[in-house]
């Protein structure tokens, strides 16, 4: 025994109060093992932090929009030239017979204000957004009583001048621009300082559609987030009662044989598949076999309920074996069936763990994007919300993560601001939902 | 919609019947409940499940056949000449089918009488005029065959439609009359309830299976097709991944696969030392107020969508990256000519994983038992060396385990790579060029205008099956060793 110590180390001398050379590398190697860890415990904090102060400060400018605010006289002889007030009729003039009207307008205001620019009166109303005549022409379709008055309209400005507003555009930028000129910004600074030109919240990027990519300006999640809120109803309801069920038999019914076995592995391997192996079985499946609809709401459902399935299994059977045996003997004990002790006695004691289960599937399901390409819920696809819940489910529809997706994927850079915007929309979504998670735990987890 | 109708009423017969047969229970007992064998709710819910039960089993049953047999049936009508060349069955039966959904959307829309638009005839009317009037465009004229499948096709849909809701109905009602008509005070009812649900149970138990079974079939079945369409030996070992439409694609995965690989390599580079360390950490360094507060702040990481680290990617490291090593950057070097790159998706991606590496090694080292480290700290040790020489030994497979599994998670990882990493299939060693991947090439062969008869379409079958069989074994390899491992302590 004793050569093994003479072999490694050598003999020590003098006081033991004092630190040798070996003691003193030992303690630094040991300090410096310490600070890796708190280095790697940095960088992953560090991350979190980076990603969280990215996403807020390049989202924030997609919930604040800059408005133009004017007051457009919707002259009788443009827009219904017999004075006949048919609908018919005005819906036949088209947005570029509204033009017109836009353009008189900012030159009465520039007029009134006395602003001197040399700006020619249609690059003056270039810098409002596409969508403006648009705006003119639904209003005027719903109230066409008021053909002939002056009304005050808020217009969107174009996305180059909202930019501009939100320092995302400058003068150096827009040197090779050609939907925006200097001479167009100093015309916005001109408005600004009257008032007329503000930068307010927005509430159309929360609710509502997207738009075509040439409108940044007007795109909104709204849409997309009742297509998202669809899918996780689907999920919700076909997730959580087959999810129990599958767990209450493995855990309670099942015997111990070899198909309780392949069912358990199946199931633990299921989790780890790939989401978008998940996609091509949809589409493999669903639309390409029964025929569903392409891009609705339901089938992404049901892709991304097959998908939560085995989280919400595993879940489900942690929270029933957490229930003490005692609980089922004394139930059978009074004389309750094994059906009637689990139904009964088990299932509402793990009731809180199988919802806090739930929930986190769900918010899992609610930031899937993968698979949702696959069965076509990406890109421009639905402009109006859903009228009704057959058609909310069947309709084509997007999701909020696939819309994310879609604007990312688009070269306007003022669609980024809005990729950035609706990730912080859905991260919204998914701490409260895992936030009620925690509380749900909190508040009913029971220790026995 | 009238399956959601049929399935509305069989779900208001089955109420009608809980109310009979509780009703009929009670009625048999002179309303003594003591007299019933079970609880008055059990002869009510008897009654309820045998109307719905077998009903909605059938319905769903035939839902899913139905299809798979009038297409069977409707393609072997349709004559070999009678299928162009370059083209192929699938292709003109989905003619079939939209010529078919047409001429429904007509005459639901009034353009068409029903016997009208069975009567109809290639040579007589111009129906490629007639159904773009309700909005269903078609690629070519109609011909006479493809006519007359359809209008098959539409029988047959229509029979069975009709007679899937007559069986439907006819079993709902009779389920109801037997099950009430056997309802009485000395009938088992709780018994055969809880049998039924034992029954609903292990179906739902099942549907694990079944998930399996799907997803390995739908591919398996298009990936046979495409292997009809493209050699196999050119999927396998080829080396250039370049699709086109003129024919001649060469559809390799080896370049997609050394992709995949190359970003899973960088982000395991990344995620398995920091994970680790931030375990090590935790587990053996961290007091109770630093654990409580680091660990779930590191774990939101894992619980973010991958869209926003795709975003991330894209628009935050991916620029970073061209500051530094692109055109005009901080290093003075041209290394880099676009955002997306190798080294972009690896580093997002390495970051996503670090909580995932760092949860599992965390419970892993936790698991190793204390008297290990007693014993080490006994002798002498420091506590690094201990944790070197003495727990990360023992708990070596653990962790390597979560390595795999962290690797299977990389390797099937989406949408990072879909908007950080490229679209250029090719075998580079330079991280700072952009590649692609298998999960990519998926998402776009799958994406827009898709034809499912293309090797071009089909190659994303054989390629999720691929991901698919390797993420697999990953798994089974991974839970394999962790479950051996933790057998040793336990």
């Given amino acids: 025994m004793s050569d093994i110590s003479q072999n490694g180390a050598p003999k020590r001398t003098g006081s033991l109060l004092s630190k040798d050379a070996r003691t003193a590398k030992r303690n630094r190697a040991e300090s410096r093992f310490k600070l890796y860890g708190i280095l790697a415990i940095a960088v992953g904090l560090l991350m979190l932090v980076t990603l969280v102060y990215n996403i807020v400060s390049r989202g924030t400018g997609a919930f604040t929009q800059t408005f133009v605010t004017l007051e457009v006289t919707l002259s009788e002889d443009k827009l219904d030239k017999k004075g006949n007030r048919n609908l018919d009729e005005i819906k036949k003039v088209s947005t570029f017979g509204y033009a017109p009207l836009i353009k008189d307008a900012i030159g009465k205001e520039v007029e009134k204000l006395g602003i001197q620019t040399d700006l020619p009166a249609k690059k003056q109303a270039a810098i409002l957004s596409k969508s403006a005549a648009a705006q003119l022409r639904d209003y005027v379709i719903a109230n066409p009583d008021k053909i002939g008055d002056t009304v005050e309209f808020r217009f969107l400005t174009n996305s180059r001048v909202d930019g501009y507003m939100k320092d995302r555009v400058s003068r150096d930028s827009i040197a090779n621009d050609k939907s925006i000129s200097p001479a167009q910004l100093d015309f916005v600074d001109q408005l600004v300082a009257e008032g007329v030109i503000v930068k307010s919240f927005n509430l159309d990027f929360i609710f509502g559609a997207d738009a075509s990519d040439q409108r940044p300006e007007a795109a909104g999640i709204g849409v997309s987030m009742i297509g998202s809120l669809f899918m996780m109803l689907v999920v919700l309801v076909l997730a959580l009662p087959i999810g129990v069920a599958a767990s209450i038999y493995l855990e309670e019914f099942a015997p111990k044989n070899w198909i309780t076995d392949v069912i358990e592995v199946n199931i633990s391997n299921l989790a780890a598949v790939p989401s978008i192996v998940y996609g091509i079985l949809g589409l493999a499946v669903f639309i390409n076999y029964m025929h569903l609809p392409m891009s609705a709401p339901l089938v992404g459902g049901l892709v991304l309920t097959l998908m939560t399935l085995p989280t919400i299994i595993i879940s489900t059977r942690a929270s029933l074996k957490a229930v003490p045996p005692s609980i089922r003997d004394a139930a059978l004990g009074v004389g309750a069936s094994k059906m009637q002790s689990v139904f009964h006695h088990v299932l509402p004691l793990a009731a809180p763990g199988i919802l806090t289960g739930t929930i986190i599937g769900l918010a899992q399901a609610l930031g899937e994007t993968a698979p949702l390409l696959l069965i076509g819920m990406v890109g421009f696809i639905a402009s109006n919300a859903p009228d009704s819940v057959a058609g909310g489910l069947l309709s084509p529809n997007s999701a909020m993560p696939a819309q994310i997706y879609e604007w990312a994927k688009r070269a306007d850079p003022a669609f980024y601001e809005r990729a950035w915007g609706g990730i912080i929309i859905l991260l919204i979504f998914l701490v409260t939902m895992n936030t009620v998670a925690v509380i749900l735990r909190r508040r009913f987890e029971r220790r026995w | ?490």
């Fill in chain 2, 1 to 490: 919609m009238p399956t959601l109708w049929l399935v509305v009423s069989v779900l208001v017969l089955a109420a009608i019947g809980y109310v009979l047969g509780r009703k009929r229970a009670l009625q048999s007992a002179n309303g003594n409940i003591r007299e019933l064998h079970s609880l008055p709710i059990y002869y009510g819910l008897n009654v309820a499940f045998a109307a719905l039960l077998p009903a909605l089993g059938v319905l769903i049953l035939w839902l899913l056949a139905q299809p798979m047999i009038i297409d069977s049936t409707v393609s072997g009508m349709v004559p070999h000449e009678a299928i162009p060349e370059e083209t192929t069955l699938g292709l003109v039966m989905s003619d079939v089918r939209r010529v078919a959904s047409g001429l429904d959307a007509a005459v639901e829309q009034g353009v068409m009488t029903l016997a009208e638009s069975h009567s109809l005839r290639a040579e007589a009317a111009d129906i490629r005029a007639r159904l773009g009037e309700v909005g269903v465009a078609l690629g070519a004229e109609v011909k006479a065959e493809v006519l007359q499948a359809a209008q098959s096709y539409r029988r047959m849909t229509a029979t069975g439609t009709h007679a899937m809701t007559l069986v439907v109905a006819l079993l709902a009602v009779t389920g109801l009359a037997i099950a009430y008509a056997r309802t009485h005070k000395d009938f088992r009812a709780r018994n055969v309830v809880e049998r039924g649900i034992l029954v609903l149970l292990i179906l739902a138990a099942s549907l694990a299976i079944l998930t399996t079974i799907g997803i390995v079939f739908s591919m398996l079945f298009e990936t046979m097709n495409f292997f009809g369409l493209h050699s196999w030996k050119d999927f396998f070992f080829g080396g250039i991944w370049a699709p086109n439409f003129r024919g001649d694609s060469e559809l390799s995965i080896l370049p997609l696969l050394w992709g995949t690989l190359f970003i899973s390599f960088i982000a395991l580079l990344v995620a398995v030392p920091v994970g680790l360390f931030a375990a090590i950490y935790l587990a053996e360094y961290a007091n109770n107020a630093t654990r409580s507060f680091a660990k779930p702040l590191l774990e939101i990481l894992a619980g973010i969508p991958t869209i926003v680290y795709g975003l991330f990617a894209l628009l935050t490291i991916g620029p970073m990256l061209v500051d530094f090593f692109g055109k005009g950057g901080l290093l003075g070097v041209e290394w880099m000519a676009g955002a997306t790159s190798v080294l972009t998706a690896g580093m997002v991606m390495g970051i996503m994983l670090i909580p995932f590496v760092s949860s599992l090694s965390d419970d892993i080292i936790n698991a190793v038992p204390q008297a290990m480290r007693d014993g080490s700290l006994g002798l002498g040790a420091t506590k690094s060396e201990t944790v070197r020489q003495v727990v990360m030994p023992a708990a070596l497979p653990g962790i390597v385990g979560a390595v795999l599994l962290a690797a299977s998670r990389a390797i099937g990882e989406t949408m990072i790579v879909v908007m950080g990493a490229g679209a250029i299939a090719k075998f580079s060693l330079n991280p700072l060029e952009s590649m692609t991947t298998i999960t990519t090439r998926i998402v776009s062969q799958l994406t827009g205008d898709t034809d499912f008869a293309s090797p071009e379409t089909l190659v994303a079958f054989a390629l999720g099956l691929t991901l698919f069989v390797l993420t697999l074994g990953l798994n089974i390899l991974a839970l394999y060793i962790v479950r051996k491992y933790r057998e040793q302590y336990e």
